[in-house]
């Protein structure tokens, strides 16, 4: 059984930054995608960014220039640096590993969300 936790969340200004980490576990030969993706009350939700066992990214408009995605494969570990907190950021926000293949299965799977507060 493959198991997702985020954490890093929390309230943070406008202008601040935070810092989130996924952390997947159970045996696992191998990770296609990992990614953020985020969810405001009465929203959709909706892509932040995502990393490829090789190292591309990919990143929603509204956060290029100011979040990072990256990845360690040694540790199935994805981590979203967020600088430049904006209000609109608010959201909870969710980690996703995609192909993820263990013992000749391959699935999905969601981490439980983290929530991220911009307020003053």
């Known amino acids: 059984q493959v198991q997702l936790v985020e954490s890093g969340g929390g309230l943070v200004q406008p202008g601040g930054s935070l810092r989130l980490s996924c952390a997947a576990s159970?045996?696992?030969?191998?990770?296609?995608?990992m990614g953020w993706y985020r969810q405001a009350p009465g929203k959709q939700r909706e892509l932040v960014a995502t990393?490829?066992?090789?190292?591309?990214?990919n990143y929603a408009d509204s956060v290029k220039g100011r979040f990072t995605i990256s990845r360690d494969n040694a540790k199935n570990t994805v981590y979203l640096q967020m600088n430049s907190l904006k209000p609109e950021d608010t959201a909870v926000y969710y980690c996703?590993?995609?192909?993820?293949?263990?013992?000749?299965?391959?699935?999905?799977?969601w981490g439980q969300g983290t929530q991220v507060t911009v307020s003053s």
């Open positions: 159970g045996i696992i030969f191998s990770i296609n995608t």
């Open positions: 990393v490829t066992s090789g190292g591309s990214t």
């Open positions: 996703n590993a995609g192909g993820v293949l263990t013992r000749l299965v391959l699935s999905d799977y």
